[in-house]
């Protein structure tokens, strides 16, 4: 369903990206770790074109992500992203928020978008926030109609950019307990985290990435048990130690 | 200083009548000039944001020509120069046939300027969300041009009311500049008055206290439409 053929960028000078390949099937669960600065929020920002990269290609569903005739708007819709930092608009209300694309990108009607909505909100428990605007909404509240707002559009794969980053520690399970649920669902998803707990208990491969080269890309069990290259081993025996 | 006060002469006949009609002219000049400052300046300032470089490259050269040069030149200029540098036929129309040639002159140099000043507010105003909130909304699909429409401005003008509310206040005072090229603004009214009557004091006092009513009714309107529009959880917003 994704994939990264030997995908390169460069910001100016700097080579972010190299060689990056990889392929995430229907249904797939894949976690994305690495240390800060090596490119993870980068390439998975490529998949949907919110990055341009320079060498390589990127397939989604069928459709060349690089490619100039390439309608990325409508690609995009296609594909559900969830931020680090929330990105919910501060002027609308939960249930806006969830409505906007909808309305004006599927061309859903009013009453139907919000029905979806509501459906949303309950499913991520927060049926009584609906009409909430985000500075009154905790982070994790946040996070979680922001998964609502991408699932609206009916996704066929979610991209999750360091989701629990920017959250307090009693918020993360919240969130990544909605995660749980979409992944065992069979939504196909790329994961950019450092949660390994969640890694363990969905993710069907894991990659970790180091100087923007794909250093591991393994069964989420091989992984941890078994990683080949010595930086995987150093990165893991830093995080789980704790 | 021996001076004679009279303030009945601003109530006599005909003083009253210049006054108030050089309230109007102000008031539909400064209104006028304020929807082409507002929709110019905001076309202004959405094109310095743009990735786009001549968009963004020709927003640059309108600004800095136009906020750089004096208003009171630029009144000259618009008045007695670009009438001259227009084709013939049209240029003849300008100063022969078009109707209250001083008054739209002055509405096109004043909302011309103030669109300068607007788009740069516009561009601050947008450039102070984060970049985040564009990206999402790309990343929902929507396209530019709708990510622009229903997130960036919305939030972006509701970040500047503030800045604005002191263009809108410019736009009225400023106005008092168009005297020079023949519009019976309020202040120009206040001076003919004093030129037929030696009431200056009178009819200064009386246009001071008009231009400050105005400015007061702009300020509480914009104070309310703040308090109307605010963004919950924002800097300097009440929860």
């Not at chain 1, 980068?42 to 005739?69: H, M, W, Y």
């Not at chain 2, 008054?103 to 970049?131: D, H, K, M, N």
């Not at chain 2, 168009?178 to 030129?195: D, P």
């Amino acid at each position: 369903m994704i994939e990264l053929d030997k995908v390169n960028k460069w910001y100016g000078a700097l080579h972010v990206l190299k060689d990056c390949s990889l392929a995430v099937s229907r249904g797939e669960v894949v976690v994305i770790c690495g240390p800060s600065g090596s490119g993870k929020s980068t390439l998975i920002k490529c998949v949907n074109g919110l990055e341009p990269f320079q060498g390589g290609r990127i397939v989604v569903d069928g459709v060349s992500v690089g490619d100039k005739a390439t309608n990325l708007p409508r690609l995009r819709s296609r594909i559900g992203m969830v931020f680090q930092h929330f990105e919910l608009y501060p002027h609308m209300s939960a249930l806006e928020n969830i409505c906007l694309a909808q309305v004006h990108v599927l061309k859903r009607s009013r009453a139907e978008a919000e029905a979806r909505a509501m459906e949303l909100l309950t499913r991520v428990g927060l049926t009584d926030k609906a009409r909430a605007y985000p500075g009154n909404l905790s982070g994790g509240q946040q996070q979680r109609v922001a998964i609502a707002r991408a699932l609206a559009m009916d996704p066929i794969a979610m991209l999750f950019d360091e989701p629990t980053s920017a959250l307090d520690p009693e918020m993360i399970n919240e969130v990544l307990d909605v995660m749980v649920g979409l992944a065992r669902e069979g939504m196909t998803m790329m994961v950019v985290t450092h949660e390994m707990g969640f890694a363990r208990k969905v993710a069907d491969r894991v990659v970790f990435i180091d100087e923007g080269q794909i250093l591991e890309d393994a069964q989420t069990e091989a992984f941890f048990a078994a990683p080949k290259s010595e930086r995987t081993v150093l990165f893991l025996s830093k995080i789980l130690e704790h | 200083m021996k001076y004679n006060w009279n303030w009945g002469v601003l109530v006599e006949d005909p003083y009253l009548f210049w006054l108030l009609s050089g309230l109007e002219y102000t008031l539909l000049l400064s209104l006028s000039a304020w929807v082409i400052a507002f929709s110019l300046g905001s076309a202004i300032g959405v094109s310095r944001t743009l990735p786009l470089a001549w968009p963004r490259k020709l927003a640059t050269a309108y600004v800095e020509l136009f906020r750089n040069v004096p208003l009171l030149v630029q009144m000259f200029l618009w008045f007695f120069v670009v009438p001259e540098l227009l084709p013939a036929d049209l240029g003849r129309w300008v100063k022969r046939d078009m109707p209250f040639p001083e008054f739209w002159t002055a509405v096109v140099c004043l909302g011309f300027y103030t669109a300068s000043r607007v788009g740069e507010q516009v561009r601050a105003g947008i450039q102070s969300i984060p970049r985040g909130q564009y990206i999402a909304a790309l990343a929902t699909g929507l396209g530019w041009m709708q990510a622009y429409r229903l997130v960036l401005l919305p939030l972006a003008f509701r970040l500047i009311v503030p800045p604005m509310t002191s263009e809108f206040l410019n736009i009225f005072k400023n106005s008092s500049l168009a005297l020079t090229i023949g519009v019976l603004e309020l202040t120009a009214q206040s001076r003919q008055i004093e030129n037929y009557t030696f009431q200056g004091f009178e009819a200064f006092t009386a246009a001071t206290v008009l231009y400050l009513v105005i400015t007061m009714i702009v300020m509480l309107s914009m104070r309310w439409m703040e308090s109307r529009t605010r963004v919950v959880g924002m800097i300097g917003t009440r929860r």
